[in-house]
């Protein structure tokens, strides 16, 4: 089936650093959806992207949608005490565009 | 507009036992999916009912069901409880086909 893989796995900054994440697939993805998740909470919707070669921009968040469809990017700048947790990519299967695969996550810890 | 909700937030069952997990979704969205998360296998997709009709399915075993009301209020159910069963299950509403957002899920402990 389709699988996404996303990298790192985690990453430990100093506060204001950027951080860049990615997910990658063997498939061909029509959309890409970033997820930030919370301990003990649901993940929340960051950014949707739907097409090929999109860059979009939610405050300090940037993700882009590669140009193969096989791949998605998520930049955070300037990072703040906030933006720990972990962050996962996501996106509908050829079964079905409610079902999504998400990737294994990336957690993201930030030292003062 | 209130976001989704989950119930109860929190429980404990023993093996063997079953289990109904209820989610509202946001006003107007009218498909509900539910995921499994856990450690190991990370969020995995169970099913999604589209108006009161299972539209898509996962690769769970029949013990996990699922139903849809005509208010769009979705329940899932888990059968004869096992102690992999224990994870965090999350109910997301949708109201296109690619954007889903989740409520805080439901954390079940197995014992």
């Known amino acids: 089936g389709q699988q996404l893989n996303q990298s790192p796995q985690s990453m430990f900054i100093q506060e204001g650093e950027d951080v860049s994440m990615n997910c990658t697939s063997s498939?061909?993805?029509?959309?890409w959806l970033w997820y930030k998740q919370d301990p003990g909470e649901g993940p929340v919707l960051l950014i949707a992207?739907?097409?090929?070669?999109e860059l979009t921009s939610n405050g300090r968040l940037t993700a882009q949608f590669g140009i193969t469809r096989k791949d998605s990017f998520l930049n955070i700048s300037a990072s703040i005490p906030s933006d720990v947790g972990i962050y996962f990519c996501?996106?509908?299967?050829?079964?079905?565009?409610?079902?999504?695969?998400f990737g294994q996550g990336t957690r993201l810890t930030i030292n003062p | 507009k209130a976001g989704v909700t989950q119930t109860p937030r929190y429980l404990i069952k023993t093996r063997g036992q079953q289990v109904t997990l209820s989610c509202s979704p946001i006003?107007?969205?009218?498909?509900v999916s539910w995921y499994q998360q856990t450690p190991g296998q990370g969020l995995q997709f169970l099913f999604e009912?589209?108006?009161?009709?299972?539209?898509n399915k996962g690769n769970f075993p029949g013990r996990f069901s699922g139903r849809q009301f005509s208010n769009s209020r979705s329940e899932m159910n888990v059968s004869t409880l096992e102690l992999g069963d224990s994870a965090l299950y999350l109910c997301?509403?949708?109201?296109?086909?690619?954007?889903?957002?989740f409520g805080p899920g439901t954390r079940l402990l197995v014992l």
């Open positions: 992207l739907y097409k090929a070669g």
């Open positions: 498939s061909i993805f029509n959309t």
């Open positions: 009912y589209f108006s009161e009709t299972q539209r």
């Open positions: 996501a996106g509908p299967t050829s079964q079905g565009a409610q079902k999504l695969v």
């Open positions: 006003s107007g969205h009218r498909s």
């Open positions: 997301a509403s949708s109201p296109t086909q690619e954007t889903q957002y």
